[in-house]
């Protein structure tokens, strides 16, 4: 027989065991092969109402498929959260790669606000890449979500490829299958063939896509990278800090011995200098709290899960706890706390961001 793949997540279609991947009743079986919209019950549940099972692969299996790039001679298509860069590197991806070319693009540019340079952020971006090895063709900036830019990137990708198969790799929840399908809804007019959510590891198994020439275009399963703020979270938690739309920001002037709590999340402690404001970016719904630095544990302790959310009350006794890192400022500097967003110090300080155990915290040039 055939074997036939859900064109949501790529697993390979069964109708035999509803614990394991890929299970579709036999009658929706019949349904899908005729009208060609071949869905597992998973994608289907996913797709309707937004309901999402537990996926049966291991980082190990992810990292199983991921090699499958290294063999093939293609361009690899890295996409990451222009958000979360440090969150949404590969861990050795020049090494699965095997001296492929690569071209990085940066998603999610229209959570930025509008005064950021889009020069400059792909400069940074750059820069971020040499720093982890990477050596990209070129950077291309998008918004998979709004559309943004999708021409340009096909264009590149069509300039770079030279008739060879493209793989599009990235860690989960960097926005990698919607961005797949606003290039094939740009190319053919189909609208969301890939299954897509907020939640990690939605793609299960690699899609391949037909191109004209009689190469392909693979879309990978997100790689499981566990500093990613997304994986402490619950769905309901993270739509409270994964920014849909333009990030407004917001000055706060402190003195020193002053603390800002971001949800309970994190924290950002003034510990020394000049009383300044200081200016925090990120989603426009997560709650922030001023607070005295003095009793600030106290303070986290008591009201976590209640005035400090996310996360919420059921999730409070499962999160992880928060991590001190010290800094001391000289200049202009972004505290980027990984997958939620960032504070930006304008003058000489000392300061300690806390973030939760395993979910980096670094600092930066100031973007902006």
């Not at 095997?98 to 940066?106: A, H, K, P």
């Not at 499962?318 to 991590?323: G, R, S």
């Given at each position: 027989?055939?074997?036939?793949?859900?064109?949501?997540?790529?697993?390979?279609?069964?109708?035999?065991?509803?614990?394991?991947?890929?299970?579709?009743?036999?009658?929706?079986?019949?349904?899908?092969?005729?009208?060609?919209?071949?869905?597992?019950?998973r994608c289907f549940r996913l797709r309707h109402y937004n309901d999402i099972a537990d996926i049966q692969l291991t980082d190990d299996d992810f990292l199983k498929l991921l090699h499958s790039v290294g063999g093939s001679d293609a361009l690899v298509v890295n996409v990451v959260d222009i958000f979360d860069f440090n969150g949404s590197i590969i861990p050795g991806l020049s090494r699965?790669?095997?001296?492929?070319?690569?071209?990085?693009?940066?998603?999610?540019?229209d959570i930025l606000p509008k005064s950021v340079k889009t020069g400059k952020v792909r400069q940074w971006l750059t820069e971020r890449a040499y720093e982890v090895g990477l050596r990209p063709l070129d950077v291309v900036l998008t918004s998979a979500q709004n559309k943004e830019a999708i021409r340009d990137l096909i264009q590149k990708i069509e300039d770079y490829r030279k008739g060879r198969d493209v793989y599009i790799v990235g860690v989960t929840n960097v926005g990698k299958s919607t961005l797949i399908n606003a290039i094939i809804e740009e190319l053919t007019g189909d609208k969301e063939i890939i299954t897509t959510s907020r939640f990690p590891?939605?793609?299960?198994?690699?899609?391949?896509?037909?191109?004209?020439?009689?190469?392909f275009m693979f879309d990978t399963p997100g790689i499981i990278h566990r500093h990613q703020m997304a994986h402490y979270l619950s769905a309901k938690d993270l739509k409270l800090i994964s920014p849909k739309k333009e990030i407004k920001p917001k000055t706060y002037q402190l003195n020193p011995q002053q603390t800002l709590f971001l949800g309970g999340l994190g924290r950002f402690d003034f510990l020394s200098g000049e009383k300044q404001g200081f200016t925090a970016y990120f989603e426009n719904n997560l709650l922030l709290h001023r607070t005295k630095l003095e009793g600030a544990e106290a303070?986290?302790?008591?009201?976590?899960?209640?005035l400090l959310v996310p996360p919420g009350p059921k999730d409070r006794t499962?999160?992880?706890?928060?991590?001190r890192h010290e800094f001391t400022i000289r200049e202009k500097t972004d505290i980027v706390f990984s997958g939620l967003g960032w504070i930006r110090v304008n003058e000489k300080?000392?300061?300690a961001a806390w973030a939760p155990e395993g979910v980096a915290v670094l600092t930066r040039k100031a973007i902006i």
């Open positions: 027989m055939e074997e036939l793949r859900c064109i949501g997540c790529g697993a390979k279609i069964q109708t035999t065991d509803p614990a394991q991947m890929g299970y579709t009743p036999q009658s929706a079986l019949e349904k899908g092969m005729e009208s060609g919209q071949l869905y597992c019950q699965f790669v095997s001296g492929n070319d690569i071209l990085l693009v940066g998603n999610k540019k590891g939605t793609t299960l198994d690699k899609i391949e896509i037909p191109l004209e020439d009689g190469s303070f986290y302790q008591k009201h976590l899960g209640q499962n999160f992880p706890k928060l991590v300080a000392k300061v």
